[in-house]
């Protein structure tokens, strides 16, 4: 009797041990507020968003304070002279979208950086299975015209309330002097080998040549030059009778055309770089129309085909014909059902998706309902190898993996940039949801400026034909995936992560998790996730990864063996190396708000 007792007691305690490893506690609950939220990757950036709300600023208004604050003080994940594709809802309602993404040098072709001999500093990470010729990853080659800034101030003229001089404050303070944080410091000391390549980041991030200990006072005096004067430029419009709306457009004139375009321009040239000032003073980002789907009476909005973004919505149209909330998160058929559909979504974006103004896309067809039906059918019990672009357009294109591979030596150790997440929710239904990045480390300071310059030409293909290819003025095909749901015409949600290729894989769960599964905002970042590398990178030589699966480690074991027996060439990562690492806001049916941020990359969030 009591060894029936006793095993009895066993069963139960091992069950119940089960069944907390599938509930696990939330490491964090949501934020909760009534009149604001924001969501983003380091406390300092939160913190100025926080202080707009406080000052009576809207959602954009504090989004763009914190992508400034962002680009000061998360410098290892992005720079004053990076990227950010923004989405916008206002209060009426309108969803628009800002293409903050640089081109190309008009010097630039790709026949130039095919006959090009990669020089040192230029190549950290090279992968097998990757695409013939390479475009550098570091240096002043692959820098685009910085697109952030002028993304981040055609925002905030449109769609804000507050004068540049407010929003940019906090990051100027940052400037001035923040703590060195953890993350900050690890990327300057991997990047040390790099800066001596680059006497002025070498200058602006290693103070006397030595890498400054956690909790030392870290100053960019040169960046906050630069933003101060660009700040009273702003001052000088207004002191002259200038509207507001007028007073920034003379901050956008001053970086683009006025002494900080001409210092780029001087360094450029010092430097055999291709970035002139002709390309900055002809550079302006102007409001568009986003792209958008249907989820079960949920409108999902994302950037542009000069985004990986229409990935997100291809993949739901695709999964909208199949009962996901039968199989179970993250349960074999679910995970598979999604991967494959991901696969199918990647194919088309390796193949058709390009900067609009240079290649035609076949926009419809790539997002209607009836293709989407067509290739639903391709997805089966068991994994397909195989790189399965669909029939769209007069003249289907080929698909980058049926173009020559090579190989090329590595240089050094690894070395990657980031990215970061900026979301803002507000108490009008204002809302701000942007994907910050580009300029992280290891990057090219210009001059003294204190821009640090992007290397997001990396993204683009030397594939002939390709509508990706590099030619001058373009912009690549970037990664940066913000988004916007609203259901029923009201506020839903926003969210955005880093991640590279796993933006839209991560941001599709997230999203998956809320509207099938019921989780609030802070279990969907928490949640495990899994990863396909069956796609071909956005970056360095652009390697493939056919039928490659990266699980969470706190799915359980039989779920791996079941889908390795599916043909998945599965492998684990822990929940802090999850390779993203997002951030959701939701509105809820009360009118509350809700902010979550992933806790395993230290990402925050605040409500009010």
Request: charged share 20%; aromatic share 8%; proline share 6%.
């Amino acid at each position: 009797m009591r060894y029936l007792t006793g095993t009895l007691f066993l069963c139960l305690t091992v069950c119940c041990s089960a069944q907390r490893r599938e509930q696990e506690r939330p490491v964090r609950h949501p934020m909760r507020g009534v009149n604001g939220a924001v969501a983003t990757g380091s406390n300092e950036s939160a913190d100025a968003g926080m202080r707009i709300y406080y000052a009576g600023g809207n959602a954009v208004d504090a989004g763009v304070a914190t992508m400034f604050a962002a680009s000061t003080a998360e410098f290892s994940h992005f720079g004053f002279g990076g990227e950010a594709s923004i989405l916008i809802r206002t209060k009426q309602g309108k969803v628009v979208a800002l293409a903050g993404v640089g081109t190309m040098p008009k010097a630039a072709s790709a026949d130039l950086f095919r006959k090009r001999r990669l020089r040192p500093g230029e190549v950290f990470m090279v992968e097998r299975n990757g695409l013939e010729g390479m475009i550098p990853v570091a240096g002043v080659m692959p820098a685009l015209v910085p697109g952030m800034v002028s993304a981040g101030l055609v925002a905030l003229r449109d769609f804000g309330t507050k004068h540049f001089q407010d929003v940019i404050a906090p990051a100027i303070a940052l400037a001035d002097g923040m703590p060195m944080e953890e993350d900050d410091r690890t990327a300057i000391a991997m990047s040390r080998q790099f800066f001596q390549l680059w006497p002025t980041s070498m200058a602006n991030y290693l103070p006397n040549g030595r890498v400054l200990p956690l909790g030392d006072l870290f100053r960019q005096p040169n960046l906050a030059r630069t933003l101060r004067l660009l700040a009273e430029a702003e001052k000088k419009a207004l002191a002259k009778g200038a509207s507001r709306a007028e007073a920034i457009d003379a901050v956008h004139d001053e970086f683009y055309k006025g002494e900080t375009a001409r210092k780029i321009d001087a360094f450029m040239k010092e430097n055999d770089g291709l970035l002139r000032y002709e390309d900055l003073a002809a550079f302006h980002v102007k409001p568009e129309e986003p792209l958008s789907t249907t989820y079960k009476g949920y409108t999902v909005y994302k950037s542009g085909f000069w985004s990986q973004g229409p990935v997100m919505l291809q993949t739901l149209n695709l999964l909208e014909g199949v009962d996901l909330a039968s199989m179970g998160v993250n349960s074999t058929s679910y995970i598979h059902t999604v991967t494959e559909a991901m696969k199918l979504a990647f194919a088309d974006r390796d193949t058709y998706y390009g900067d609009p103004a240079f290649a035609h896309v076949p926009v419809e067809r790539l997002l209607s309902k009836e293709y989407a039906a067509e290739r639903r059918k391709l997805i089966t019990d068991q994994v397909s190898m195989d790189f399965r672009p669909g029939t769209a357009g007069d003249s289907p294109l080929q698909h980058p993996s049926h173009s020559p591979t090579a190989q090329i030596p590595r240089e050094g150790a690894i070395i990657t940039g980031d990215t970061t997440c900026v979301n803002a929710v507000d108490k009008d239904g204002v809302m701000f949801s942007a994907t910050p990045s580009g300029a992280s480390l290891p990057a090219v300071v210009a001059g003294d400026t204190g821009v640090a310059l992007s290397h997001r030409a990396q993204s683009f293909y030397l594939v002939p034909g390709s509508p990706n290819e590099l030619a001058g003025g373009k912009r690549p095909r970037v990664t940066l995936s913000p988004t916007i749901v609203v259901k029923n015409g009201q506020p839903f949600s926003v969210f955005s992560t880093p991640g590279g290729d796993n933006q839209d894989q991560a941001l599709l769960q997230m999203f998956l998790d809320v509207v099938e599964f019921g989780m609030n905002a802070q279990q969907a970042v928490e949640a495990p996730r899994f990863e396909s590398r069956h796609l071909v990178s956005s970056f360095d030589n652009h390697s493939m990864g056919p039928g490659e699966l990266v699980v969470d480690e706190r799915v359980p074991a039989s779920t791996y063996s079941q889908l390795e027996s599916r043909g998945h060439k599965v492998e684990r990562n822990n929940r802090w190396s999850g390779g993203a690492a997002p951030v959701m806001i939701r509105v809820l049916p009360s009118g509350v708000i809700e902010a979550g941020a992933d806790p395993y990359s230290y990402r925050n969030a605040r409500a009010w």
